[in-house]
């Protein structure tokens, strides 16, 4: 089996926010709905403080709950698949918001009106690429939620080309917030691999998952550094 | 879900490797196109073994850059005579036929009258194209005016390496190093080599290095330090001092170092001077023959502390003379002064000594080299100071005293004595030549330009002699005004004079412009790219071109090269740019014209010896390793160790020699505005107390609050990250900046979150919403310096926040003319 996972090492952190950067230059962002946010928090009281960084973005649970609701009220626009990345449809997606509301970590993003980033309709040729052209990840529509997709769009080339064991190795099929850190502070492979780089760190580093009591298995894992997160 | 395989496969994609110009860390990226529009630009992989690992947010979204579509498109035409930030310029289209028409009439005129009224100024336009095309341009029409940025950046720092050691740069040899002292050098957010620095400071921490920061506002670099040391505003020299001092009381110094690689044993008279033989060599005193004597031989032994009878005259060794002044300090008023707990300051002293070792060695690769694992940075930290030469000198010196100079670990420095002439006393000319002043009796030892300094001679010119008065200015990608000091009274200065400006958007100094020219961003034009060397590594680089979204049709290179062909001055702009570059085996031929690919081409195959052109197409680099002995024992191993050779400036005796050339000029030209008291303590050939005491410092009283600037991850100074509409997106208060204030000062002020307020300095005062943090000192403000654009030209959502710089008081250090950013106090009110 193949179980694509992510670690964010926090005490590698820098708090730059390439990798927010990255995700909005990849996944065509539009105003208002980020896919990958940087949480930054002080700790402690002057002169004994320090700072935390951290950035959240999807965590593709395997219990996601985002899936069950949407399943419940039959809308079924959320799916996990067998490579366990969890994936909006918005020709599904009705906007409802249950996905955000039931979300232990605030991921979905509810894109309420797809706006250019310029203002007054000043387009960049990227925000001119047709949405025939695009990746349906990146078919941005008005009220649809939104969220982290793993760059699925990369991910999928490398499985449509057998060249599933480059994921996390090649920079055309990993992530692009993966490739961009300065400092190493996040990986991406598969955990059923115990030989991948994820796996290695995730061990060594004793990561952990965020919000554990909620049951939902997320994907991304943690090296904590101090304080909750 | 759908997979849209099927959508992707229609799209050609193609790679091309470059060197991102955003900053000067100029990071090797790869970019993806898509249909030839900019999808995505990563890292390149293949240079991690070299310089940057990842790239930053600036770097990652460069393509919005380009793509701004509030770019300047077409040259425009200044049609309102009257200038002014609160002026509309009147623009209009002009063709590039008539702007280059125009600006050569100008210059030419210009030219037949005195060519050094004409300046150039520019900023990152040095990394755009090099600034050796420009120097080239400006040597074959016959101005000295080229005036590039280094003073709003850490100037002071290179000219106290100058005059130390022979020239300037340096880093720390973080993958043997065991701890860090930092002095505010931001390099998780700014910094010149923050992309090395970041990911091989995080790894040496991992490995168990230790990272202390000293600075007033918690930066990043600090959040991830082992200790933050919240030092009081421009009080560092005290805690160096302070440092210096407990060091050398304990004895944890490396006399070794002191006497074979430094000047410390020199003997020095009650003036200050060094004792000397009639050949003019310095003496020291020979604990054999104890005689005094020139260190001309290994049979020598230097005394390196005592003082000392000869001829009947007492003289004392220059490191006696630094323990005397340091013994009128004491470690209360250190560590009141400075903020900072005088147990503190000794167990980081301790701590210091400690990890040096001072007496070890290590082998490396069969070579027995020095080992002193401790090595102290700073970038603007130290430097954006009116004392900033003596700050960074009060750095070197007691990394002189624990011997960690160029050692394994400690303080690598870069060309070693490449210019012995900067270790001599500065001629200090009057009247000055350059309109900067550099090098002149005003600032002496200013030998990377004095940014700040141009508007104000252009105001005032007879004030500094000057023997002619600027006309004309062309401005290549710099927002100067904008970007120093005192920054409204640096705008007055564009209304005296005829201003092109060549940029990528309409910054505020566009806005000041008679005619300005679009120019290439750096992700649509060629260039042999700047490039950072590290410790172990060195590389040559090219950037090249991947798009040109508004089919223009001519980049800076361009630009000068057809100003130089209508000027008549093409072959000399060519013969010029031979020598400024260094071309021997592959010059530029006169009697033709070269684009900038063939440029490129020509520099390429000279600096990687041949290497093919298409290698750098395909790769867009050439690393090299260096090896232990290029690392090693090439610096002041080779140039400074030992008997007969020349000895590092532990005391900076030249800068006395360069007082007394002032002295002389004063008098022979009977100079009225120089106050030669203020030279004297700036040209103090050791750091001393009064260093801490900037201009402002000394007149407090009714200004509460230390004010310090700082940089920010996501924005250049120069305005064109401002429309960046993915760096604006970055958090909820990207796009803005706020005055950062300590939360226990802000609940006294009775001020909430965001609530609006006032700083007021002497200079003036600007309004702008207070952050609330416990990051910084309960004394000290914060507000980031590149924010508040003021400029039309661009859409409101890029004009918020505030513009610091416009309120800072200008002391610029009259050693190196550095301009002061981090020592204005400020009054603070809620609005």
Avoid at chain 1, 178 to 206: H, M, N
Avoid at chain 2, 262 to 282: M, Y
Avoid at chain 2, 474 to 490: H, L
Avoid at chain 2, 521 to 529: P, V
């Amino acid at each position: 089996m193949t179980k694509f996972v992510r670690l964010i090492d926090m005490d590698r952190c820098m708090g730059c926010q390439a990798c927010v950067a990255a995700c909005y230059q990849e996944n065509h962002y539009t105003p208002g709905s980020p896919w990958n946010e940087m949480i930054e928090y002080e700790i402690g009281t002057y002169p004994h403080v320090g700072k935390v960084f951290g950035t959240m973005g999807c965590m593709h649970c395997e219990d996601a709950p985002c899936q069950t609701v949407c399943d419940a009220i039959d809308v079924h626009a959320i799916s996990k698949n067998e490579y366990g990345v969890v994936l909006v449809d918005y020709d599904k997606c009705i906007g409802c918001g249950y996905c955000d509301t039931v979300c232990p970590y605030n991921v979905p993003q509810l894109n309420k009106e797809v706006t250019s980033l310029y203002g007054e309709d000043k387009l960049s040729p990227l925000e001119t690429i047709p949405q025939e052209q695009r990746h349906p990840t990146h078919h941005k529509k008005n009220n649809v939620m939104e969220k982290c997709t793993f760059c699925w769009h990369k991910l999928e080339q490398a499985i449509n080309s057998n060249q599933i064991d480059k994921i996390g190795v090649d920079p055309q099929f990993t992530p692009s917030c993966d490739l961009v850190c300065p400092v190493e502070a996040r990986f991406f492979g598969d955990l059923d691999d115990p030989d991948s780089e994820v796996s290695r760190q995730i061990g060594t580093k004793k990561a952990t998952q965020l919000k554990k009591e909620y049951g939902t298995k997320p994907q991304v894992y943690y090296k904590l550094s101090g304080g909750d997160f | 879900v759908k997979t849209g395989a099927s959508a992707a496969n229609e799209s050609v994609i193609r790679y091309v490797k470059s060197t991102c110009a955003h900053c000067v860390n100029f990071c090797g990226i790869n970019i993806k196109l898509e249909n030839n529009i900019i999808r995505s630009i990563y890292p390149d992989e293949a240079r991690a073994e070299f310089y940057n690992h990842g790239i930053c947010p600036k770097g990652v979204s460069g393509s919005f850059n380009t793509y701004n579509p509030y770019r300047i498109k077409t040259p425009l035409k200044r049609t309102n005579p009257k200038k002014g930030l609160d002026q509309d310029p009147g623009w209009v289209e002009i063709s590039w036929d008539e702007a280059f028409d125009t600006i050569t009439k100008k210059l030419q005129r210009i030219r037949e009258d005195d060519p050094r009224k004409f300046v150039w100024q520019h900023g990152h336009g040095k990394y755009l194209i090099g600034d050796k095309f420009p120097k080239a341009f400006t040597a074959a029409f016959g101005t000295p005016n080229l005036v590039h940025r280094t003073t709003s950046c850490e100037a002071a720092r290179h000219v106290a390496d100058e005059i130390t050691w022979g020239y300037h740069g340096f880093l720390p040899d973080i993958n043997e190093c065991n701890y860090l002292l930092n002095f505010g050098a931001n390099y998780f957010e700014g910094e010149q080599f923050a992309r090395w620095l970041d990911h091989t400071v995080t790894d040496a921490k991992e490995r168990g290095m230790k990272v202390v920061v000293v600075e007033p506002r918690l930066s990043n670099s600090a959040a991830k330090a082992n200790e933050w040391i919240p030092v009081r505003p421009g009080k560092d020299i005290l805690l160096l001092l302070g440092m210096a001092r407990i060091l050398i009381q304990e004895n944890w110094i490396d006399r070794e170092f002191l006497t074979q690689y430094t000047n410390a044993p020199n003997l020095v008279d009650t003036n200050g001077e060094f004792l000397r033989d009639k050949d003019g060599q310095a003496l020291v005193w020979d604990q054999v023959t104890q005689q005094a004597v020139a260190f001309s031989s290994g049979r020598i032994k230097p005394e390196l502390a005592g003082r000392f009878t000869h001829n009947q005259k007492e003289y004392s060794t220059a490191f006696q003379v630094f323990a005397d002044s340091l013994n009128t300090l004491n470690d209360k008023d250190i560590a009141e002064e400075a903020g900072v707990p005088a147990a503190t300051i000794r167990r980081l002293t301790e701590e210091l000594a400690k990890q040096a070792q001072i007496g070890a060695t290590v082998v490396r690769n069969g070579q027995t080299l020095r080992y002193r694992p401790v090595a102290i940075h700073t970038f603007r930290g130290l430097a954006a100071k009116q004392y900033g030469v003596q700050n960074w000198r009060a750095g070197l010196i007691v990394q002189m005293l624990l011997g960690s100079i160029d050692a394994v670990g400690g303080l690598n420095l870069h060309s070693v004595h490449k210019k012995p002439g900067y270790m001599e006393p500065a001629e200090a000319e009057y009247p000055p030549t350059r309109v900067d002043l550099q090098e002149s009796i005003f600032f002496p030892h200013a030998t990377h330009n004095v940014a700040q300094q141009v508007a104000k001679t252009i105001l005032e010119p007879k004030k500094y002699g000057l023997p002619y008065t600027p006309e004309m200015q062309i401005f290549y990608a710099t927002n100067r005004p904008f970007s120093t000091t005192d920054s409204k009274e640096q705008f007055k200065s564009l209304e005296k004079t005829y201003n092109v400006v060549i940029d990528i958007v309409m910054s505020e100094t566009a806005e000041m412009a008679d005619i300005v020219l679009p120019d290439l961003t750096y992700l649509e034009s060629w260039h042999l790219s700047p490039t950072r060397y590290t410790p172990a590594t060195k590389h040559t680089a090219i950037r090249q071109p991947v798009t040109n979204v508004f089919n223009l049709p001519h980049d800076g290179f361009s630009i000068i090269w057809e100003l130089a062909s209508r000027l008549g001055l093409r072959d000399q702009y060519i013969e010029q740019i031979n020598k400024k570059w260094g071309l021997k085996k592959n010059p530029l031929k006169t009697g033709r014209d070269y684009s900038a690919k063939e440029v490129v081409e020509n520099l390429w195959l000279e600096k990687t010896k041949g290497k093919e052109f298409s290698y750098a197409v395909e790769h867009g680099f050439s690393g090299k390793h260096l090896s232990e002995n290029d690392t090693y024992l090439k610096g002041v191993e080779a140039k400074f160790k030992g008997a007969g050779k020349p000895k590092m400036q532990f005391y900076a005796e030249s800068m006395l020699g360069t007082l007394f050339n002032i002295k002389e000029t004063v008098k022979q030209h009977d100079i009225k505005n120089i106050d030669l008291d203020d030279y004297q303590v700036s040209l103090s050939p050791l750091p001393l107390r009064v260093h801490s005491m900037p201009v402002p410092h000394r007149n407090k009283d009714k200004y509460p609050f230390y004010i310090i600037t700082y940089k920010r991850m996501n924005r250049t100074q120069s305005g064109n990250t401002a429309m960046n509409p993915l760096l604006n997106a970055l958090g909820p208060e990207a796009d803005e900046n706020f005055v950062l204030i300590n939360e226990q000062t802000a609940i006294e002020l009775k001020l909430k979150e965001k609530d609006k307020v006032q700083i007021e300095t002497r200079v003036g005062s600007v309004e702008g919403r207070v952050k609330l943090t416990q990051c910084i000192r309960p004394d000290t403000l914060a507000v980031s310096y590149h924010y508040g654009q003021q400029s039309l030209g661009m859409p409101d959502y890029a004009r918020k926040g505030i513009w610091i710089n416009s309120i800072l008081e200008s002391h610029s250090d009259l050693v190196s003319g550095m301009d002061s950013f981090n020592d204005s106090v400020c009054r603070l009110k809620k609005v």
